[in-house]
Nanobody, 126 residues
């Protein structure tokens, strides 16, 4: 079992930055690819960014490339999402997710993920 807890969301003006954190607690060791997804009101949950277990592979949605950066610290069981140049369309609830995988890939699809956090609200004002 893996429990995930996001933090760092809030209200920011367009062009500003936020750093989201995801703390993972695990009941047993294993390899977990990690990802961030988001869901805006009235819309489906969508992929934002993902990182492999080793951190050597990452994937970004086209809408956030060049603005968002994912990183992880396996020793601390933490995953981070640095969000720069935020836009009003980035407003959503952001979810951290963990995928139990034995390889070193990053995963983009919701069905690949086994565990989810409760989400943290990010609001970008224009």
């Amino acid at each position: 079992q893996v429990q995930l807890a996001e933090s760092g969301g809030g209200l920011v003006q367009a062009g500003g930055s936020l750093r989201l954190s995801c703390a993972a607690s695990r009941s047993r060791p294993g390899r977990y690819a990690m990802g961030w997804f988001r869901q805006a009101p009235g819309k489906e949950r969508e992929f934002v960014v993902a990182i492999s277990w080793s951190g050597g592979s990452t994937r970004y949605a086209d809408s956030v490339k060049g603005r968002f950066t994912i990183s992880r610290d396996n020793a601390a069981n933490m995953v981070y999402l640095q969000m720069n140049s935020l836009k009003p369309e980035d407003t959503a609830v952001y979810y951290c997710a963990a995928a139990v995988k034995s390889d070193y890939r990053a995963y983009e699809t919701i069905k690949d993920y086994n565990y989810w956090g409760q989400g943290t609200q990010v609001t970008v004002s224009s």
